[in-house]
T-cell receptor
Protein backbone atom coordinates (compact mmCIF):
# COMPACT_ATOMS: atom_id res chain seq x y z
CA UNK A 1 0.00 0.00 0.00
CA UNK A 2 1.63 3.18 -1.23
CA UNK A 3 0.80 5.80 1.39
CA UNK A 4 2.58 8.60 -0.48
CA UNK A 5 2.00 8.90 -4.19
CA UNK A 6 3.57 11.01 -6.89
CA UNK A 7 1.39 10.20 -9.84
CA UNK A 8 3.41 12.05 -12.47
CA UNK A 9 6.62 10.17 -13.25
CA UNK A 10 7.92 13.08 -15.31
CA UNK A 11 7.34 16.74 -16.07
CA UNK A 12 8.86 19.11 -18.64
CA UNK A 13 8.79 22.87 -18.16
CA UNK A 14 10.26 25.77 -20.07
CA UNK A 15 12.98 27.78 -18.36
CA UNK A 16 11.52 30.78 -16.50
CA UNK A 17 8.07 29.23 -16.13
CA UNK A 18 6.54 27.67 -13.02
CA UNK A 19 7.09 24.01 -12.18
CA UNK A 20 4.38 22.37 -10.07
CA UNK A 21 5.09 18.98 -8.56
CA UNK A 22 2.28 17.13 -6.86
CA UNK A 23 2.07 14.60 -4.06
CA UNK A 24 -0.92 12.81 -2.54
CA UNK A 25 -1.06 10.87 0.70
CA UNK A 26 -3.56 8.55 2.32
CA UNK A 27 -2.63 8.55 6.01
CA UNK A 28 -4.42 11.36 7.84
CA UNK A 29 -1.95 11.00 10.72
CA UNK A 30 0.89 12.41 8.60
CA UNK A 31 1.78 15.78 10.02
CA UNK A 32 5.21 16.61 8.63
CA UNK A 33 6.20 16.73 4.99
CA UNK A 34 9.52 17.18 3.23
CA UNK A 35 10.57 17.76 -0.36
CA UNK A 36 13.87 16.60 -1.79
CA UNK A 37 15.60 16.78 -5.13
CA UNK A 38 18.01 14.13 -6.29
CA UNK A 39 20.68 14.23 -8.96
CA UNK A 40 22.09 10.96 -10.34
CA UNK A 41 24.79 9.40 -8.16
CA UNK A 42 24.06 11.77 -5.27
CA UNK A 43 21.97 11.52 -2.13
CA UNK A 44 18.69 13.44 -1.93
CA UNK A 45 19.07 17.14 -1.15
CA UNK A 46 16.63 18.64 1.33
CA UNK A 47 14.62 21.51 -0.19
CA UNK A 48 11.78 22.55 2.06
CA UNK A 49 9.46 21.23 4.73
CA UNK A 50 5.98 21.96 6.03
CA UNK A 51 4.13 20.88 9.13
CA UNK A 52 0.40 20.27 9.20
CA UNK A 53 -0.23 23.40 11.25
CA UNK A 54 0.61 25.44 8.14
CA UNK A 55 -0.79 25.45 4.65
CA UNK A 56 2.12 27.21 2.97
CA UNK A 57 5.86 27.53 3.40
CA UNK A 58 8.15 29.55 1.20
CA UNK A 59 11.91 29.54 0.73
CA UNK A 60 13.26 31.56 -2.15
CA UNK A 61 12.05 30.09 -5.43
CA UNK A 62 10.45 27.13 -3.65
CA UNK A 63 6.97 27.16 -2.12
CA UNK A 64 5.17 24.16 -0.67
CA UNK A 65 1.38 24.14 -0.32
CA UNK A 66 -0.49 21.71 1.90
CA UNK A 67 -4.18 20.92 1.53
CA UNK A 68 -5.02 18.68 4.48
CA UNK A 69 -8.62 18.08 3.55
CA UNK A 70 -7.56 16.80 0.13
CA UNK A 71 -4.45 15.07 1.54
CA UNK A 72 -2.44 16.80 -1.14
CA UNK A 73 0.73 18.83 -1.24
CA UNK A 74 2.50 20.55 -4.05
CA UNK A 75 5.88 22.11 -4.65
CA UNK A 76 6.08 25.22 -6.80
CA UNK A 77 9.35 26.33 -8.32
CA UNK A 78 9.35 29.84 -9.73
CA UNK A 79 11.13 30.65 -11.96
CA UNK A 80 12.35 27.25 -13.11
CA UNK A 81 16.00 26.98 -14.09
CA UNK A 82 17.87 24.29 -16.07
CA UNK A 83 19.77 23.38 -12.88
CA UNK A 84 16.46 22.36 -11.32
CA UNK A 85 16.35 19.35 -13.62
CA UNK A 86 16.39 16.40 -11.21
CA UNK A 87 14.12 13.83 -9.60
CA UNK A 88 11.92 15.30 -6.87
CA UNK A 89 10.63 13.26 -3.93
CA UNK A 90 8.03 14.14 -1.36
CA UNK A 91 8.11 12.43 2.03
CA UNK A 92 5.63 12.32 4.89
CA UNK A 93 5.82 11.25 8.51
CA UNK A 94 3.59 10.70 11.53
CA UNK A 95 4.61 10.53 15.17
CA UNK A 96 3.86 7.04 16.52
CA UNK A 97 4.85 5.85 20.01
CA UNK A 98 7.38 8.62 20.33
CA UNK A 99 9.09 7.90 17.06
CA UNK A 100 8.62 8.76 13.40
CA UNK A 101 9.64 7.48 10.01
CA UNK A 102 9.47 9.14 6.64
CA UNK A 103 7.54 7.49 3.80
CA UNK A 104 8.72 8.60 0.38
CA UNK A 105 6.89 8.83 -2.89
CA UNK A 106 8.36 7.30 -6.04
CA UNK A 107 9.54 10.62 -7.41
CA UNK A 108 8.85 12.93 -10.35
CA UNK A 109 11.56 13.61 -12.90
CA UNK A 110 11.60 17.32 -13.75
CA UNK A 111 13.22 18.52 -16.91
CA UNK A 112 13.62 22.26 -17.37
CA UNK A 113 14.16 23.16 -21.00
CA UNK A 114 16.44 26.05 -21.88
CA UNK B 1 27.24 20.10 1.51
CA UNK B 2 25.14 18.15 4.02
CA UNK B 3 27.93 17.19 6.41
CA UNK B 4 26.92 13.54 6.10
CA UNK B 5 29.42 11.14 4.58
CA UNK B 6 29.14 7.45 3.73
CA UNK B 7 31.60 4.73 2.92
CA UNK B 8 32.27 2.90 0.77
CA UNK B 9 30.84 4.49 -2.36
CA UNK B 10 30.37 1.20 -4.17
CA UNK B 11 30.47 -2.39 -3.03
CA UNK B 12 30.03 -5.75 -4.73
CA UNK B 13 29.20 -8.78 -2.61
CA UNK B 14 28.15 -12.35 -3.21
CA UNK B 15 24.82 -13.79 -2.11
CA UNK B 16 25.04 -15.13 1.45
CA UNK B 17 27.84 -12.79 2.49
CA UNK B 18 27.64 -10.07 5.14
CA UNK B 19 28.23 -6.36 4.62
CA UNK B 20 28.82 -3.31 6.82
CA UNK B 21 28.09 0.19 5.57
CA UNK B 22 29.21 3.30 7.41
CA UNK B 23 27.87 6.77 7.92
CA UNK B 24 29.26 9.76 9.75
CA UNK B 25 27.79 13.13 10.44
CA UNK B 26 30.13 16.08 10.70
CA UNK B 27 27.33 18.15 12.16
CA UNK B 28 26.83 15.76 15.07
CA UNK B 29 23.23 14.87 14.33
CA UNK B 30 22.04 12.73 17.23
CA UNK B 31 19.39 11.03 15.10
CA UNK B 32 20.40 8.94 12.11
CA UNK B 33 18.07 7.10 9.75
CA UNK B 34 18.93 4.48 7.15
CA UNK B 35 17.08 3.99 3.90
CA UNK B 36 17.20 1.56 1.00
CA UNK B 37 16.51 2.93 -2.47
CA UNK B 38 15.88 0.45 -5.26
CA UNK B 39 16.09 1.56 -8.86
CA UNK B 40 13.13 3.73 -9.87
CA UNK B 41 11.75 3.87 -6.34
CA UNK B 42 11.78 6.32 -3.48
CA UNK B 43 13.92 5.67 -0.41
CA UNK B 44 12.43 3.07 1.96
CA UNK B 45 12.92 3.51 5.69
CA UNK B 46 14.98 0.73 7.31
CA UNK B 47 15.47 2.05 10.86
CA UNK B 48 16.39 5.04 12.93
CA UNK B 49 18.84 5.47 15.80
CA UNK B 50 18.66 8.11 18.49
CA UNK B 51 21.36 8.37 21.13
CA UNK B 52 22.69 4.91 20.28
CA UNK B 53 19.32 3.16 20.58
CA UNK B 54 17.12 1.89 17.76
CA UNK B 55 14.16 4.23 17.69
CA UNK B 56 11.86 2.94 14.98
CA UNK B 57 12.03 0.29 12.27
CA UNK B 58 10.51 -0.21 8.85
CA UNK B 59 9.46 -3.48 7.21
CA UNK B 60 12.91 -5.02 7.00
CA UNK B 61 13.92 -8.43 8.38
CA UNK B 62 16.21 -8.80 11.42
CA UNK B 63 19.20 -9.55 9.19
CA UNK B 64 19.29 -5.78 8.73
CA UNK B 65 20.80 -4.38 11.90
CA UNK B 66 22.54 -1.21 12.95
CA UNK B 67 24.65 0.60 15.46
CA UNK B 68 25.13 4.20 16.44
CA UNK B 69 28.26 5.29 18.26
CA UNK B 70 28.80 8.05 20.85
CA UNK B 71 30.30 10.27 18.14
CA UNK B 72 26.99 9.86 16.20
CA UNK B 73 28.58 7.80 13.45
CA UNK B 74 26.53 4.78 12.46
CA UNK B 75 26.73 1.39 10.78
CA UNK B 76 24.25 -0.65 8.81
CA UNK B 77 24.92 -4.40 8.81
CA UNK B 78 23.22 -6.81 6.47
CA UNK B 79 23.66 -10.56 6.95
CA UNK B 80 22.94 -13.38 4.53
CA UNK B 81 22.82 -11.06 1.53
CA UNK B 82 20.16 -11.72 -1.11
CA UNK B 83 20.07 -10.56 -4.72
CA UNK B 84 17.18 -8.21 -3.88
CA UNK B 85 19.40 -6.36 -1.41
CA UNK B 86 21.10 -4.73 -4.39
CA UNK B 87 20.24 -1.05 -3.98
CA UNK B 88 21.50 2.38 -2.97
CA UNK B 89 21.75 2.65 0.81
CA UNK B 90 21.35 6.12 2.24
CA UNK B 91 21.81 7.47 5.70
CA UNK B 92 20.33 10.73 6.90
CA UNK B 93 21.04 12.86 9.93
CA UNK B 94 18.95 15.55 11.49
CA UNK B 95 15.65 16.13 13.14
CA UNK B 96 12.09 15.71 12.01
CA UNK B 97 11.89 18.98 10.14
CA UNK B 98 15.08 18.51 8.16
CA UNK B 99 16.85 15.31 7.22
CA UNK B 100 20.21 15.59 5.47
CA UNK B 101 21.30 12.67 3.35
CA UNK B 102 24.72 11.36 2.58
CA UNK B 103 25.71 10.44 -0.99
CA UNK B 104 24.84 6.79 -0.47
CA UNK B 105 26.55 3.42 -0.92
CA UNK B 106 25.69 1.46 -4.03
CA UNK B 107 25.55 -2.24 -3.08
CA UNK B 108 25.48 -4.90 -5.76
CA UNK B 109 24.83 -8.50 -4.76
CA UNK B 110 25.75 -11.15 -7.33
Amino acid sequence: DQQVKQNSPSLSVQEGRISILNCDYTNSMFDYFLWYKKYPAEGPTFLISISSIKDKNEDGRFTVFLNKSAKHLSLHIVPSQPGDSAVYFCAASAMTSGTYKYIFGTGTRLKVLA
Amino acid sequence: ETGVTQSPTHLIKTRGQQVTLRCSSQSGHNTVSWYQQALGQGPQFIFQYYREEENGRGNFPPRFSGLQFPNYSSELNVNALELDDSALYLCAGGGRGEQYFGPGTRLTVT
